[in-house]
């Protein structure tokens, strides 16, 4: 679609002809509302798992467990925030072609290889997670029992978080086969 073509189609939104500095202004990164909720959850879950990092060794007992488990939760909190970073500057940089059908092309073969980056990362947390604070554990029949609901809860997770992707790339496709009608 070419930017005049666009401007035709904005203009026939709410009637209002808009000059090309307001769609300019509409496209940067401060003032577009998705990429701000994706930064404030960003900036959210930082904060967190920075602070997570800074009191674990004292308040979860890191010191008392082995380097190897220490090294595998603070790495899997790395992942799971390297993944949220990237996850913000794919974002940010959707438009990667000639014209809108290859630009939404291109971004469906990332979007998909995300989405199996985006599960796998969470479950290698959650498991990574559970490693370490089970290591120390001496389990009871209860604590077992708590432990299988927890293992069970991965699977429902895992699933769901799949039908979210699934269900993003179902959409971004019938977006692009609905270009070429």
């Known amino acids: 679609m070419e930017f005049d073509e666009l401007k035709l189609a904005w203009k026939g939104?709410?009637?209002k002809d808009k000059n090309l500095e307001e769609l300019k202004?509409?496209?940067r990164e401060n003032r577009h509302p998705v990429l701000k909720g994706i930064r404030v959850q960003l900036?959210?879950?930082?904060t967190a798992w920075t602070?997570?990092?800074?009191?674990y060794y004292d308040m979860f007992d890191g010191d008392r467990r082995a380097f190897h488990l220490n090294l595998l939760l603070v790495a899997a909190v790395l992942l799971l925030l390297m993944h949220s970073i990237t996850g913000y500057i794919s974002a940010k940089r959707l438009v990667k072609g000639n014209d809108l059908k290859q630009s939404l092309l291109n971004y469906l073969s990332k979007i998909k290889i995300y989405a199996v980056i985006s599960v796998t990362s969470r479950v290698f947390?959650?498991?990574?997670?559970?490693?370490f604070f089970t290591a120390t554990i001496t389990f009871?029949?209860?604590?077992y029992m708590l432990l299988s609901g927890i293992l069970l809860i991965i699977p429902i997770q895992v699933i769901l978080l799949s039908r979210i992707w699934n269900n993003r790339i179902k959409k971004l496709m019938e977006a692009i086969n609905g270009l070429t009608e």
């Open 140 to 143: 009871t029949p209860y604590k």
């Open 51 to 55: 602070f997570f990092l800074f009191v």
């Open 25 to 27: 202004q509409m496209t």
């Open 43 to 46: 900036i959210i879950e930082i």
């Open 125 to 131: 947390t959650v498991i990574c997670l559970l490693i």
């Open 13 to 15: 939104l709410d009637g």
